[in-house]
């Protein structure tokens, strides 16, 4: 699971800073898809980049692996046991982290255009290094079964669809079996079908290998894929009835 536990983020605004994440508390579980929407620059990727350990936010706690304590008690207060606070780490241990337990999609799938599908996934396998970097041929060929590729590990991005692309992506993203999926709007360069499937299939995924997915949209269509939904809002995650159903680990 994951935990941030009243993360705020702040940017240099020519002689000022913009605050992009303030104060937010949020925990995704494991097998579930928590999802965080809000409006257009309102701090949904920020959110991300800190949960994925790609920025170090200015105050607050990364918490990723352990479990909720007994208590039932806001994240806040320390109710998580085992855990590893990835916002005080090193870059280099921050690093190893992301590579053994985080997987990361984007909004566009960012694969290498003169790697096969195969090659993608196999790439990524081996910059984990240890004994993750054992992932084998079989291992890859039934993540891109898992994500609906069967037969297209020999194919290069220009020979794929976008939808085809994305799905390579998420194999890339679950090679190191990580406990965390964080995922950005990963339907925006998709029509709405497609963008379904890809939905769907994060969904299935998630409940299937027990990852603890926070994934950002800003189109309410994919809604009901969602089992968790807060809003954020200039930053904050807002009240009311979608935002308090994650905001507290359970
Ligand atoms: P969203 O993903 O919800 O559209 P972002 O997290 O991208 O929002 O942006 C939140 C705020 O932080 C915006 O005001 C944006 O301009 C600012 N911001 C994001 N990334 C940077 C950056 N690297 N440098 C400066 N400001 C940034
Ligand atoms: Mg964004």
Redesign the pocket.
Same mark, same amino acid.
């Given at each position: 699971m994951i935990t941030l536990d009243d993360v705020t983020l702040t940017? &240099? +605004?020519g002689e000022r800073r913009?605050t992009? /994440?303030d104060h937010v508390s949020l925990t995704a579980r494991p097998g579930v898809v928590t999802g965080i929407t #809000? &409006? @257009? #620059? @309102?701090?949904? @990727? @920020?959110?991300l980049?800190v949960a994925a350990t790609l920025i170090r936010p200015d105050s607050g706690r990364v918490l990723i692996g352990g479990s909720a304590g007994s208590g039932g008690s806001h994240a806040g207060d320390g109710a998580v046991s085992g855990a590893v606070d990835a916002a005080v780490l090193s870059r280099d241990d921050a690093t190893a982290l992301r590579r053994e337990r985080i997987g990361i999609v984007f909004q566009q799938s960012n694969l290498l255009p003169s790697l096969t599908a195969r090659e993608q996934v196999l790439v990524m396998a081996h910059l984990g290094g240890g004994h993750r970097a054992a992932v084998t041929r079989a291992r890859v060929d039934e993540l891109l079964d898992a994500v609906g590729l069967s037969g297209h590990g020999d194919k290069r991005p220009a020979q794929l669809s976008g939808g085809q692309r994305q799905r390579v992506a998420i194999a890339r993203a679950l090679v190191h079996d990580p406990d965390v999926l964080l995922v +950005?709007e990963p339907t925006s360069a998709l029509d709405q079908e497609r963008g379904a499937a890809i939905m769907d299939l994060i969904a299935r995924l998630t409940h299937e290998r027990g990852t603890a997915t926070m994934l /950002?949209t800003?189109d309410m269509v994919h809604r009901a894929v969602l089992d968790e939904l807060v809003t954020?809002v200039d #930053?904050r995650l807002t009240d009311g009835a979608p935002a308090g159903v994650a905001v507290r680990a359970a």
């Open positions: 940017f &240099p +605004d913009v992009a /994440v #809000g &409006p @257009s #620059g @309102s701090g949904k @990727s @920020s959110l980049a +950005d /950002v800003h954020i #930053g």
